[in-house]
């Protein structure tokens, strides 16, 4: 059974950019079909649809997000990556790695929470 | 974007009561929308997909129903470990978007 693995620094300053990165085991990230996205939660809130990555190197951005996000793929790593540049205070969330299937997600990490500080 | 509007925002039953949430689609959705739990602290697990399939080891009390804009998540008789806030997503169209949430506990 695949799982995802978010690890990244868990304080940032505002305006710096954030870095996470997700690692994929139990299976592959060239997988076809499968799509890894970045979804995050803003504390007591619900789910916000980042976007997503093909192996390829496909990739698609919520448009909210879009000038802000890059997500980018590491195949020999069997990991992918989220960069959110000019973060706030209301970046602060719990992001999730999630793979999906026909938009669905059927695999999630445990998340990771983000918090920034001056 | 679609607008994924779920109802109620919250409630509270008995054990054994039969539990259903709703949720609604700004425009029609086909039956390309998917039902997550979410326990405390916990990351969300899909329960159903395309509205009414349910996955692998989901307890059959829990049902989807709908197409279209209306869908509905019932629970036939809440247990303890029901506990916990539902999420509607519609996988129709990019951005992917998701319900507000209802949060679920007992009576």
């Known amino acids: 059974q695949v799982q995802l693995q978010e690890s990244g620094p868990g304080l940032v300053k505002p305006s710096q950019t954030l870095s996470l990165t997700c690692t994929v085991s139990?299976?592959?990230?060239?997988?076809?079909?499968?799509?890894w996205n970045w979804i995050r939660q803003h504390p007591g809130k619900g789910l916000e649809w980042i976007g997503y990555i093909y192996y390829s190197g496909t990739t698609y951005y919520n448009p909210s997000l879009k000038s802000r996000v890059t997500i980018s793929v590491d195949t020999s790593k069997n990991q992918i990556s989220l960069r959110l540049a000019s973060v706030t205070a209301a970046d602060t969330a719990v992001y999730y790695c999630a793979r999906t299937l026909n938009n669905y997600a059927d695999s999630w990490g445990q998340g990771t929470l983000v918090t920034f500080s001056s | 974007d679609i607008q994924m509007t779920q109802s109620p925002s919250s409630l509270s039953a008995s054990v054994g009561d039969r539990v259903t949430i709703t949720c609604r689609a700004s425009q029609g959705i086909n039956i390309y929308l998917n039902w997550y739990q979410q326990r405390p602290g916990k990351a969300p697990n899909l329960l159903i997909c395309?509205?009414?399939i349910l996955l692998s080891g989901v307890s059959s009390r829990f049902s989807g129903s709908g197409s279209g804009t209306d869908f509905t998540l019932t629970i036939s008789s809440l247990q303890p470990e029901d506990i916990a806030t539902y999420y509607c997503?519609?996988?129709?169209?990019?951005?992917?978007?998701f319900g507000q949430g209802t949060k679920v506990d007992i009576k």
């Open positions: 997503q519609q996988s129709y169209s990019l951005p992917l978007t």
């Open positions: 139990g299976g592959s990230i060239r997988s076809a079909g499968y799509y």
């Open positions: 395309a509205a009414s």
